[in-house]
């Protein structure tokens, strides 16, 4: 586990502890980033941050939005700051995963449909000291 992962995993296990309800039944289970998805809680769509809420009583785990969330756990200023912090490095890490992706999805098409040049820059790159 790189050392980016290794924070990656901490900055979720504080979220976790600092997301309970007062009376203790609702816990933040996960965080994960799936776009276009839905708030179990108001119904709004398309949401990319998925909040996964477990209650202890039912054992139900619903979906909240990045909103919703702060709502059901009732966030005071100063635990809304921290997770506010905690959503813009989740938000910065997402994105550089999906610009990751959009390159190699760019790169592939690209040797699809130049399969001759892709050839000829492999094999000068294999020559070239």
């Known amino acids: 586990m790189s050392r980016g992962d290794s924070y990656h995993v901490r900055v979720q296990l504080s979220t976790a502890e600092m997301a309970l309800t007062t009376d203790g039944r609702l816990t933040l289970e996960a965080i994960t980033y799936e776009p276009n998805g839905q708030c179990e809680f108001c119904g ?17 785990v619903k979906v909240a939005g990045s909103e919703c969330v702060k709502t059901v ?14 959503l813009r490095i989740l938000n910065h890490r997402v994105g550089r995963k999906i610009e990751e992706v959009r390159r190699l999805q760019k790169a592939e098409k690209w040797k699809q449909e130049m399969p001759d040049v892709y050839r000829y820059l492999k094999e000068r790159q294999s020559l070239t000291p």
């Open 73 to 86: 756990f009732a966030l005071d200023s100063d635990r809304r700051r921290l997770f506010e912090s905690v």
């Open 44 to 60: 709004h769509r398309p949401i990319s941050y998925h909040y996964w809420i477990r209650d202890s009583e039912s054992n139900v």
